[in-house]
Protein backbone atom coordinates (compact mmCIF):
# COMPACT_ATOMS: atom_id res chain seq x y z
CA UNK A 1 0.00 0.00 0.00
CA UNK A 2 1.56 3.41 -0.80
CA UNK A 3 0.95 6.26 1.35
CA UNK A 4 -1.44 8.12 -0.36
CA UNK A 5 -3.61 5.21 -0.33
CA UNK A 6 -3.16 4.56 3.39
CA UNK A 7 -4.27 8.10 4.14
CA UNK A 8 -7.04 7.63 2.22
CA UNK A 9 -8.11 5.02 3.72
CA UNK A 10 -7.56 6.82 7.24
CA UNK A 11 -9.59 10.30 5.98
CA UNK A 12 -12.74 7.64 5.24
CA UNK A 13 -12.47 5.88 8.49
CA UNK A 14 -12.75 9.60 10.26
CA UNK A 15 -15.72 10.33 7.91
CA UNK A 16 -17.08 7.25 8.91
CA UNK A 17 -16.45 6.67 12.58
CA UNK A 18 -16.04 10.47 13.69
CA UNK A 19 -18.19 12.46 12.02
CA UNK A 20 -17.78 15.53 14.23
CA UNK A 21 -14.25 15.42 14.16
CA UNK A 22 -12.52 18.29 11.65
CA UNK A 23 -9.77 16.96 9.81
CA UNK A 24 -7.64 18.78 7.24
CA UNK A 25 -4.92 17.32 5.11
CA UNK A 26 -1.89 20.12 5.17
CA UNK A 27 1.00 18.74 3.71
CA UNK A 28 2.41 18.59 0.49
CA UNK A 29 5.95 18.76 -1.61
CA UNK A 30 6.25 22.13 -0.53
CA UNK A 31 6.27 21.93 3.16
CA UNK A 32 8.73 20.09 5.16
CA UNK A 33 8.35 19.12 8.77
CA UNK A 34 4.70 18.94 9.01
CA UNK A 35 2.39 16.22 9.55
CA UNK A 36 0.09 15.40 7.04
CA UNK A 37 -2.94 15.86 8.76
CA UNK A 38 -4.23 18.31 11.20
CA UNK A 39 -7.40 17.50 13.27
CA UNK A 40 -9.38 18.99 16.41
CA UNK A 41 -10.90 16.52 18.11
CA UNK A 42 -13.36 17.52 20.95
CA UNK A 43 -11.06 20.42 21.64
CA UNK A 44 -7.85 18.66 21.52
CA UNK A 45 -5.65 19.33 18.80
CA UNK A 46 -3.98 16.33 16.84
CA UNK A 47 -1.23 15.68 14.05
CA UNK A 48 -0.56 12.74 12.31
CA UNK A 49 1.76 11.58 9.87
CA UNK A 50 0.92 8.48 7.98
CA UNK A 51 3.95 6.12 7.03
CA UNK A 52 4.33 2.95 5.00
CA UNK A 53 6.67 0.17 5.49
CA UNK A 54 8.79 1.45 2.19
CA UNK A 55 9.00 4.65 3.56
CA UNK A 56 12.14 4.12 6.05
CA UNK A 57 13.16 7.64 5.33
CA UNK A 58 13.68 9.51 8.89
CA UNK A 59 13.07 13.77 8.39
CA UNK A 60 14.38 14.93 11.92
CA UNK A 61 12.43 18.06 11.31
CA UNK A 62 9.03 16.28 11.16
CA UNK A 63 10.29 14.68 14.77
CA UNK A 64 10.65 17.79 15.90
CA UNK A 65 8.04 19.14 15.02
CA UNK A 66 5.48 16.01 16.44
CA UNK A 67 7.92 15.95 19.74
CA UNK A 68 7.01 19.75 19.98
CA UNK A 69 2.77 19.33 19.58
CA UNK A 70 3.17 16.79 21.90
CA UNK A 71 5.12 19.07 24.71
CA UNK A 72 2.89 21.48 24.31
CA UNK A 73 -0.43 19.14 25.03
CA UNK A 74 -1.50 18.06 21.99
CA UNK A 75 -1.74 14.47 20.53
CA UNK A 76 1.01 13.68 17.77
CA UNK A 77 2.23 10.82 16.08
CA UNK A 78 3.18 8.68 13.31
CA UNK A 79 0.69 6.00 11.70
CA UNK A 80 1.14 2.97 9.98
CA UNK A 81 -1.99 1.88 9.51
CA UNK A 82 -6.07 2.37 10.25
CA UNK A 83 -5.78 1.13 13.44
CA UNK A 84 -2.55 3.25 14.80
CA UNK A 85 -4.49 6.23 13.22
CA UNK A 86 -8.08 5.52 15.01
CA UNK A 87 -5.88 5.22 18.44
CA UNK A 88 -4.74 8.68 18.58
CA UNK A 89 -8.32 10.05 17.88
CA UNK A 90 -9.65 7.71 20.80
CA UNK A 91 -6.80 9.46 22.73
CA UNK A 92 -7.90 13.22 22.21
CA UNK A 93 -11.11 12.10 22.98
CA UNK A 94 -10.32 10.43 26.37
CA UNK A 95 -8.54 13.31 27.07
CA UNK A 96 -11.33 15.77 26.19
CA UNK A 97 -13.69 13.93 28.21
CA UNK A 98 -10.95 14.62 31.65
CA UNK A 99 -11.12 17.86 31.09
CA UNK A 100 -15.28 18.27 30.77
Not at 60 to 76: C, N, S
Amino acid sequence: MTESQLKSKVKKMIREEFPDVWAQKICDRFTSGLPDMFLCCWGIFVVMEGKTPQNKKKNPLQDYTLERIRRAGGVAGKYHNVEEARQMILEARERAEKIR
